[in-house]
């Protein structure tokens, strides 16, 4: 059974900085894309980041350029995601996916259960 399991989501700053872990589990995911995106009340979930597991990318959103990095840790099966110079517009859920197509649409195949992250002094 796969599962991806979201972590580091909390309150934060303006200004501050958060990691995110996403471990994932249950098959190989050597040829998926881990990506990241992010949802609030009323609006369709939107990509952030990605990253593909054998090592291409990573690609980000315009959004977070230069702000968020996506990273890999192959022995724990581990994508990161460091997060700095936060907004009170990056207030929302994150979730992680994996799919082996890749992209920035919402078609992943399989999802996190999400991590809130909540950005406010």
């Known amino acids: 059974q796969v599962r991806l399991v979201e972590s580091g989501g909390g309150l934060v700053q303006p200004g501050g900085s958060l990691r995110l872990s996403c471990r994932a589990s249950?098959?190989?995911?050597?040829?998926?894309?881990i990506g990241w995106f992010r949802q609030t009340p009323g609006k369709e979930r939107e990509f952030v980041a990605a990253i593909i597991w054998s090592g291409a990318g990573p690609y980000y959103d315009d959004s977070v350029k230069g702000r968020f990095t996506i990273s890999k840790h192959n022995a724990e099966n581990t994508v990161y995601r460091q997060m700095n110079s936060l907004k009170p517009a990056d207030t929302a859920v994150y979730y992680c996916a994996a799919d082996p197509r890749g992209g920035t649409g919402p078609w992943y195949d399989y999802w996190g259960q999400g991590t809130q992250v909540t950005v406010s002094q």
């Open positions: 249950g098959r190989s995911f050597i040829d998926y894309h």
